[in-house]
Structure formats: structure tokens, C-alpha cells
């Protein structure tokens, strides 16, 4: 019953538990930029945090798989791989008799490694043609079996069982982006989940033999799927309601949707954005949401154009979770724009936007985190002054907020 979390923060990998009944002072796993964290416990209560470090060299490989053992307070970090991964890529740690596996997204696909005698480990290429989006569950045998998403946006599952070749199986044909999820129920059946980038959150099931998508209402427009298997063969499917601002979890055998957390208070309608000196340059604007966005906020806290003229914004997003923009005539008010979909971390999208006709201080925000991630939008008359104000203004974010949890 002891609550384990693990999330990255200021260049570093934090752990805390709740053993001693509330939750411990965070512990330092590892020094340095980390990306892509996930987590397990044996049996035993022995913690496994897996994640994607940059080395500290520009030789050599882009990033390290690294595993980190928990000691009781002093943790063992070692190399399980080296790998190149690809915007969004994901780690999935698993624990089994003989000791820990993970998988993980790299240039040559989708990769489990296992530790082997000692402290060598092996990696095995899964699917060549995988390497974003993986999740693994272990079965009590301790074989693993992975979900991930193609280059071309397929859905798919692998598994090795005892050792042998890997199998794999077309789960869906998307498009799907982001992360996936997979769990396994007592009974040995298969529960996968994803992004698909057009219809939301989407589930299927090897129930009958073959995957089949399952209608799971009120998943349209949803991202960041999870899924946990429970007692008497019950599927809990999490995500995140971006329109709504929710999270959202239902059970594969009721239809209703059951609200996981309270809904973030809604701000005040009508709220005035705040006065702002920024000054348009340009048609083309950027915004960047650095690691630990959904705490620290946006880079940019000021945007600014010209009424009537049509202009782009280019998101950057640095952070682990994904991030969009909306355009309001205020906070809580009227939407002018909204991009879709939102922005995977690691990647950058540009969206063109129609001119605003009316001057004055609007208001930005991140719809999917719209109680930190805000600004002020400046719509300016036409011919200002050449090269004035100071166009974006930013904020120092360095070291700042959680990353991804």
C-alpha cells in the first residue's frame, strides 16, 4: 500500500514515498536533464525509475537509458542502453523474478532491455519499425508485451514469450500520436489505448482474438491515455479531457464516465488580461513551453500584432506533457482561436491564424493547463513605430516547476 512517485525537476530525477505515512522529503536519483520517466516496484517494495539522460559529452550516443535501484535511500543508477530516441519518445519499466526490463523509442525502433547476469545488460529490438509511444506490462510470467506507435502512426503489440521471437500484432492503423498504454488482466487478455489524432482517446481489446476497438464514450478530443487492469478482469482508462479541462476515468464495463479529480476552478468570466507593453514585430510569432511549463508557465507572457493582418505562431514545446493555444477575448471569455491538435513534447508546429480586427489586450493560455500556462495578447493598430517595444517579452524559467510526473 506504499504510494512511489517519481518525476523530474531542475535538471533532476526526484523519488518520494508516503512509507512513514506522508510523503518523504524528494530523494535525488540523478543529477542532469532527464526526459521520459517511468516507474515500477517488485514485490519485495524495491523501487525502478527508468528515463532517457543526455550524456555529458557531445560524443557519442544522443541519450542513455538509465535505471536507477532503490536502496533504501541511496540509489544505484547504471546504463541500460544507449539510444537515439525520436520526438516523444517513452520509457516503460517493468520488474520480474530475475530482476528489471524496460523498453524504450530509439532510431532502430522499438527496444526492450533486460538485465542479464550481473549487471550486463541486453537489449533486443522489439520492432523495427516502432520507437514512439512505447508502454509495457509484464505478465506473472515475466514476459513482456508492448504497446508503440509505427513512423506512419499504426498502433501495434509485441511480446516475447520465454524467450523466444518477438510477435507482433497491428492493433489499430491510426493515426495515432503521443504515447500509448497497455494492461494485461488476470485472464491474459490484452488492453491497449491511444491518441488517435482525429477521434481522441481510443481503446481496443484482444477480448475475441483479434484487436477490436471498443466505443468508450466521451473520449473525443481526449490525450495522454493510461490504463490499469484490475480484480475480476476490470479495465480503468484514464486520460485527459483537453476541451473541458478534466480528467476523466471510466471502467470497461460501465458506459459512465467517473471524474478521477475535481475540475480546476474556472476563472472568473469576463476577466480583464492584464496591461501589457509588448509591441508587434512581425507576423510570425513563437511560443515556447520550456520543461516544467505546466507549473512555471509559458516563456512568453506577452504576444503582440497587428489588427487585421493574418500572422503565425510557432509552439515550441520542450515540455513532457503536450500544450496548445488559445486566443480569448478574455479570461473565461470569448474563444478567437484555438490550435488543434496540441503540440507533442519534444515536437514544434507552426499554425497559421486569421487576422483580429479589433485592438486591444486580449488574452493566451494553454487549454489543457489554463491555470498557469496563461498571457496577455496585444492587438495593436496598424503602423507603429518600426522596431519598437520589446515584441515578446519573456520571463527566466530556467530551473523552474515539475516536469512530467
Given amino acids: ?37 517511468s516507474m515500477a516496484v517488485s ?17 557519442g550516443p544522443t541519450s542513455l537509458v538509465r535505471v536507477a535501484t532503490d536502496g533504501g535511500g541511496n540509489w544505484t543508477v547504471e546504463t541500460a542502453a544507449e539510444a537515439e530516441p525520436p520526438d516523444g519518445a517513452t520509457t516503460s519499466i517493468g520488474t520480474t523474478s530475475t530482476g528489471p526490463m524496460v523498453a524504450f ?12 547476469d550481473g549487471d550486463v545488460w541486453q537489449s533486443d529490438v522489439a520492432d523495427p519499425a516502432g520507437g514512439t509511444g512505447v508502454d509495457m506490462a509484464v505478465d506473472p510470467d515475466g514476459n513482456p508485451h508492448v504497446s508503440y506507435l509505427t513512423a ?24 495515432a500520436v503521443g504515447r500509448t498504454a ?39 478530443g481526449g490525450t495522454l491515455p493510461d490504463l490499469a487492469a484490475g480484480a475480476d478482469g476490470i479495465v480503468y482508462l484514464a486520460w485527459h479531457d483537453s476541451a473541458n479541462a478534466e480528467l476523466q476515468l471510466a471502467t470497461r464495463t ?8 475535481p475540475s480546476p476552478e474556472a476563472a472568473p468570466p469576463g476577466a480583464a488580461p492584464e ?4 509591441q508587434p514585430e512581425g507576423t510570425d510569432l513563437t511560443l515556447t513551453a520550456p520543461q516544467g511549463a505546466v507549473t512555471a508557465g509559458w516563456a512568453e507572457t506577452c504576444l503582440a500584432v497587428e489588427a487585421g493582418q493574418p500572422f503565425t505562431v510557432q509552439i515550441v514545446n520542450q515540455d513532457a506533457a503536450p500544450h496548445n493555444l488559445g486566443i480569448y477575448t478574455s479570461q473565461g471569455g470569448e474563444n478567437l482561436f484555438s490550435s488543434s ?59 523552474g516547476g515539475g516536469g512530467n510526473q
Fill in 1 to 37: 500500500g506504499v504510494h512511489h512517485v517519481a518525476w523530474t525537476e531542475g535538471g533532476q530525477v526526484l523519488y518520494a514515498n508516503n512509507a512513514e505515512g506522508e510523503f518523504s522529503k524528494p530523494e535525488v536519483v540523478s543529477q542532469g536533464p532527464a526526459s521520459g520517466v
Fill in 43 to 59: 514485490d519485495d517494495g524495491t523501487a525502478f525509475i527508468a528515463f532517457y539522460e543526455q550524456p555529458r559529452t557531445a560524443e
Fill in 105 to 116: 523509442g530509439d532510431s532502430s525502433g522499438t527496444v526492450v532491455a533486460r538485465r542479464a
Fill in 152 to 175: 506512419d502512426g499504426a498502433v501495434r503489440h509485441a511480446h516475447s514469450i520465454d524467450g523466444g521471437p518477438w510477435e507482433i500484432t497491428d492493433v489499430a492503423d491510426g493515426p
Fill in 182 to 220: 497497455i494492461a494485461l488482466t488476470e485472464d491474459g487478455v490484452h488492453h491497449v489505448a491511444w491518441q488517435d489524432s482525429e477521434l481522441g482517446v481510443t481503446y481496443a481489446s484482444n477480448q475475441e482474438g483479434d484487436f477490436a476497438p471498443e466505443t468508450v464514450g466521451g473520449t473525443e
Fill in 254 to 261: 460501465e458506459d459512465e464516465l467517473l471524474l478521477a479529480v
Fill in 275 to 278: 496591461e501589457a507593453e509588448c
Fill in 341 to 399: 491538435p496540441p503540440t507533442n513534447p519534444g515536437a514544434t508546429d507552426t499554425f497559421d491564424v486569421p487576422p483580429i480586427e479589433e485592438t486591444g489586450n486580449l488574452y493566451f493560455q494553454c487549454d489543457l493547463h489554463p491555470t498557469t500556462m496563461t498571457g496577455t495578447f496585444v492587438v495593436a493598430a496598424g503602423g507603429g513605430a518600426e522596431g519598437g517595444g520589446g515584441g515578446q517579452a519573456e520571463q527566466d524559467t530556467d530551473g
